[in-house]
């Protein structure tokens, strides 16, 4: 088992370029997650989802979209890359959302992006 | 709405010192609680949880226990090693209302010297 992977590992990008951070699981998890982490913030959730052709907004979703095709894929896109963007981000996956009280999530080792 | 406050760090401390790191809550409902830690470089380990009040939580010498009366879960270890420095997340889980989504405090950077 890989467990979650991200994909690069460090990006830079100019003001208004855009792109799509990668991230995939191979524990058949159903839900996976979004985070961005800045200095003195902890992490925040960006955007989430319980299952394949389900997502939902999180904390702050602004300037980022994503789609769940498949179980293993949850890509992160953004659209217009802007300096307040600059992050690391963090993909978590669980196997359900509700099916018990606790469920673990494993975290991936992050995308460290810059924007100039 | 949910929230997670902890101490603010960074904390130093010397090899075999004694390691607490405050984490209080607030939360609707019955929460689960986590502690996660994150070494240099890399993402996010779970490192123990509490899923209801009076459970203690404890892995790799590390302990916490859940007070639904003080809305608190501190970490606590009794001989930290150069190896425990890291960074320490307490996070909560409302899997009543947030879909199981973690908030998480800010987050405590240990610094453990020889």
């Known amino acids: 088992n890989a467990g979650v992977t991200q994909t690069p590992k460090f990006q830079v990008l100019k003001t208004g370029q855009s792109m799509t951070l990668q991230c995939a699981q191979d524990m058949n998890h159903e839900y996976m997650s979004w985070y961005r982490q800045d200095p003195g913030m902890g992490l925040r959730l960006i955007h989430y989802?319980?299952?394949?052709?389900?997502?939902d907004q999180g904390e702050v979703p602004n300037g980022y979209n994503v789609s769940r095709s498949t179980t293993e894929d949850f890509p992160l896109r953004l659209l217009s890359a802007a300096p307040s963007q600059t992050s690391v981000y963090f993909c978590?996956?669980?196997?359900?959302?509700?099916?018990?009280?606790?469920?673990?999530?494993?975290f991936g080792p992050g995308t460290r992006l810059t924007v100039l | 709405g949910n929230s997670v406050t902890q101490m603010e760090g960074p904390v130093t401390l010397s090899e075999e010192a004694f390691l607490t790191i405050n984490c209080t809550y607030t939360a609707t409902g019955y929460p689960s609680l986590f502690w996660y830690v994150q070494y240099p470089g890399e993402g996010l380990q779970l490192l123990l949880k509490a899923t209801k009040a009076d459970d203690k939580g404890s892995n790799k010498g590390f302990e916490a226990t859940y007070r639904k009366e003080t809305t608190s879960f501190h970490l606590e270890k009794g001989s930290v090693q150069v190896s425990d420095s890291a960074v320490y997340f307490c996070?909560?889980?409302?899997?009543?209302?947030?879909?199981?989504?973690?908030?998480f405090g800010k987050g405590t950077k240990l610094s453990v010297k020889p």
């Open positions: 996070a909560l889980s409302d899997f009543g209302g947030s879909q199981g989504n973690l908030i």
């Open positions: 978590a996956s669980s196997y359900s959302s509700l099916a018990e009280k606790y469920n673990e999530q494993f």
């Open positions: 989802s319980v299952g394949a052709g389900i997502t």
